[in-house]
């Protein structure tokens, strides 16, 4: 089963004002969702575009219908329900990945979620990046941590299967920092992970930073350890969605590395074989319990070292 991306015309409440403006400071969503690069389609076209590349690929005969571009429960229950069904019916797709934030999950709408889950596989993707709240107000994020475990907790018993996204690399984070955030997300109910490097794209305010020298990006083998050292300490049974951020050459801007996933994929194998470890190595996952959020949110208050 591979997954159909779909741009349904989604924005952000941090660039619409809802919450604040100008985005995440790392964010164009042109340089990792290809159908905001075309005209725009219905989601039934977007569909109808990909799957031919996807079966000559991958040979797959069933599609998830990814709503990858923007936070793609930031609108009224009746318009999600719209797309979401208007994915749903084409003969191919047979389940539903929606990418989000965890601001984004208001009971209604978590309720609809509930009721296609019912029915499809439901895959719900929240964006976290790190569990350091300093880090999270550098990038425009515009929540915390406590609504991200808020919506963690929200999100269990309705038959979704949940994941998070993480940076490495981030300004300001430590070796340390960055394993905190694997050691929280460990212990959390949560099915999946999806590890991105930082790298910087053209046009963003990071861009800005990088050009200016204020921000630097991890040298590929600095990466390498620190995302073994990151799956060492992830439960072995959590799917990890991916381990490289990517965007087109001609957004890229750092680290050149990125454009080659392979190398990298063979680089993370080596590296684990050299180490003679495993994922879920060095692993304690803790019971999910209301009482977890305080301690949890006391803990990334403390800004990175």
């Avoid at 990792?32 to 725009?40: E, T, Y």
């Avoid at 990418?99 to 609809?112: A, I, M, W």
């Avoid at 309705?158 to 960055?178: K, T």
């Avoid at 991890?218 to 799917?239: G, I, Q, S, W």
């Amino acid at each position: 089963m591979r997954v159909a991306t779909i741009d349904a015309g989604f924005t952000c409440p941090n660039v619409d004002g809802t919450i604040t403006t100008g985005g995440c400071v790392y964010c164009d969503n042109r340089s990792f969702s290809p159908n905001r690069r075309l005209p725009r389609a219905s989601v039934y076209e977007q569909i109808e575009r990909s799957l031919p590349k996807l079966r000559g690929r991958y040979g797959a005969e069933a599609f998830l219908a990814y709503f990858q571009a923007g936070t793609n429960t930031h609108a009224p229950v009746e318009k999600l329900r719209r797309l979401y069904d208007q994915a749903l019916a084409h003969p191919e797709v047979v389940g539903l990945a929606i990418g989000t934030r965890p601001d984004c999950l208001p009971e209604p709408v978590l309720q609809l979620l509930e009721d296609y889950a019912r029915r499809v596989p439901v895959y719900l993707e929240l964006g976290l990046q790190t569990i350091h709240e300093r880090t999270l107000a550098w990038m425009n994020r515009g929540h915390g941590v406590a609504e991200f475990l808020d919506a963690v907790e929200r999100c269990q018993g309705r038959g979704l299967d949940l994941s998070v996204h993480v940076i490495l690399g981030l300004p300001g984070e430590s070796r340390e920092d960055m394993m905190t955030t694997a050691d929280v997300l460990a212990g959390l109910p949560i099915q999946g992970v999806k590890i991105h490097n930082l790298y910087v794209v053209k046009g963003t305010p990071l861009e800005r930073q990088y050009l200016a020298g204020q921000v630097r990006t991890l040298e590929r083998e600095e990466y390498v350890r620190l995302v073994v050292d990151f799956l060492e300490r992830t439960p072995a049974d959590r799917v990890i969605h991916r381990l490289i951020g990517e965007a087109p050459p001609e957004y890229l801007v750092a680290p050149a590395w990125a454009l080659d996933k392979d190398a990298l994929l063979i680089a993370i194998d080596k590296e684990f074989a050299r180490r003679g470890t495993h994922q879920g190595q060095f692993c304690s996952p803790r019971s999910w319990t209301r009482r977890l959020t305080l301690p949890l949110v006391h803990l990334a208050s403390q800004p990175p070292q």
